[in-house]
């Protein structure tokens, strides 16, 4: 406290700093990038783990193996959706899902857009409901798709829903199930969550959008897990997790989806990042693969886009993510979309079993890969000196202003006093006379 209250400190301080202000900021930004790399090592970050202990992944037995039903449901969906190019084939799923006994609703819906050549767009959700057997409809579980067919400039999600399907057959042969499960497939992308998300929290997020009312809706949602699978064979799995505003699902659930893909032998990605070096091992390629994919994750968030339907959940406080399948050339890996099925089946028995909402695991966090992250906590020190610079900058102009009008004052003082001088030269010889 002496040290800032002795003026001749002070003065020593902003003498340095109007002086060498650029080489502290540059100094400053050079060391919080540095720092930044340092920490996409494994030697420098962390290892993911679970904080809540109620998902159990490793006590989840997985049951689901419908053979060849499956890829012949796939089929006849593709010749549905082939017969009708233009509109989603809506009685054909609504019928597969009311054969399957569980309640079936739409979710109509208007977009008004006015910069474009045609300025109202309507849509239509589907959406179905398999009630808990045995408690009151408090809590729910969705899975989502959009539907994308043969003419959309993405990849079809036609295995997505095809998915769904035989996973709700599957599912309401069990009485064990303490959430609902809603299985919803939206129209026209994330224009469609919004329009669902918005009539089923009873709320207008946009003038532009007006979502007719739900006929039924459940509990509070607890988790989102969104497909956009396209073929029943593909190589890998790409996790995505990017919200709205750059918002992240906890990280929990991240690394559920991970551990039971590892136990279905289902290689991961993250931002198109494969991981295939072994956890705490410091060698060039390693810290180089977590680099890039750390800058890509960085990068990603900075634009405040979401990279699919999950990240308009959690705006509303939900838990979501996407799961993507990749085709590679490169990779000789053959993953089946029944596995696709195991892995999800255990992803809803977990939450199934979660007794409160996700709280103890971080929800600001950067991911090097699958299996290491860097918390908020150590993240934030090379932030900081990154954003240092800024603050020296505008420390700087203040000071820059401050000596200006010192000296402003210093010049107009000077004046003064040499006009008071001539005068009591001139004067008093003057008065004496007098």
């Not at 003419?151 to 199930?177: D, P």
Request: with cysteine; net charge neutral; proline share 4%.
């Amino acid at each position: 406290m002496g040290l800032l209250n002795d003026s001749k400190s002070q003065k020593k301080m902003s003498a340095i700093l109007l002086q060498h202000s650029n080489k502290i900021s540059f100094l400053s930004f050079l060391c919080g990038i540095a720092w930044f790399a340092i920490l996409a090592s494994d030697v420098f970050n962390n290892k993911t783990y679970f904080s809540e202990n109620a998902l159990l992944p490793g006590l989840v037995v997985r049951e689901f193996n419908p053979r060849s039903s499956l890829s012949r449901l796939l089929d006849a969906l593709k010749e549905e959706a082939s017969a009708h190019p233009e509109t989603m084939p809506t009685a054909w799923i609504l019928g597969h899902f009311r054969q399957l006994g569980l309640d079936v609703y739409q979710n109509n819906y208007t977009v008004v857009y006015p910069f474009g050549l045609k300025p109202v767009y309507t849509g239509n959700n589907i959406y179905a409901v398999l009630r808990a057997p045995k408690v009151a409809s408090t809590e729910t579980i969705v899975i989502s798709t959009p539907y994308r067919d043969y003419n959309n400039i993405h990849e079809n999600t036609l295995a997505s829903i095809a998915l769904m399907i035989e996973l709700a057959q599957t599912f309401r042969k069990h009485s064990y199930w303490s959430k609902d499960i809603i299985f919803l497939i939206t129209q026209h992308e994330n224009i469609g969550f919004q329009a669902w998300l918005d009539a089923y929290h009873d709320v207008s997020t946009s003038k532009f959008m007006v979502s007719e009312r739900l006929r039924s809706t459940s509990g509070l949602i607890q988790g989102v897990i969104n497909l956009e699978i396209n073929e029943f064979h593909f190589s890998h799995v790409d996790i995505k997790i990017e919200g709205l505003h750059g918002q992240l699902p906890n990280l929990d659930l991240f690394n559920l989806v991970v551990e039971l893909c590892n136990r279905e032998e289902v290689p991961t990605s993250f931002q198109s990042q494969v991981n295939y070096f072994p956890s705490k091992i410091l060698t060039w390629e390693s810290w180089l693969h977590n680099f890039n994919t750390m800058v890509r994750m960085i990068s990603l968030q900075a634009t405040g886009l979401p990279t699919g339907g999950h990240g308009l959940f959690h705006r509303f406080g939900i838990q979501a993510l996407t799961l993507k399948s990749v085709v590679s050339k490169k990779s000789s890996n053959s993953i089946s979309l029944i596995q696709m099925g195991r892995i999800l089946e255990g992803i809803i028995r977990s939450l199934n079993n979660l007794l409160e909402k996700f709280h103890q695991s971080f929800f600001f966090y950067l991911l090097p890969s699958t299996r290491s992250y860097v918390s908020i906590g150590l993240y934030m020190p090379p932030f900081a000196l990154i954003a240092l610079p800024v603050l020296i900058k505008a420390l700087y102009l203040y000071l820059s202003i401050q000596a200006l009008e010192s000296n402003n004052e210093i010049s107009s003082s000077q004046s003064d006093i040499s006009y008071w001088s001539i005068y009591e030269i001139f004067s008093v010889p003057f008065g004496n006379f007098g």
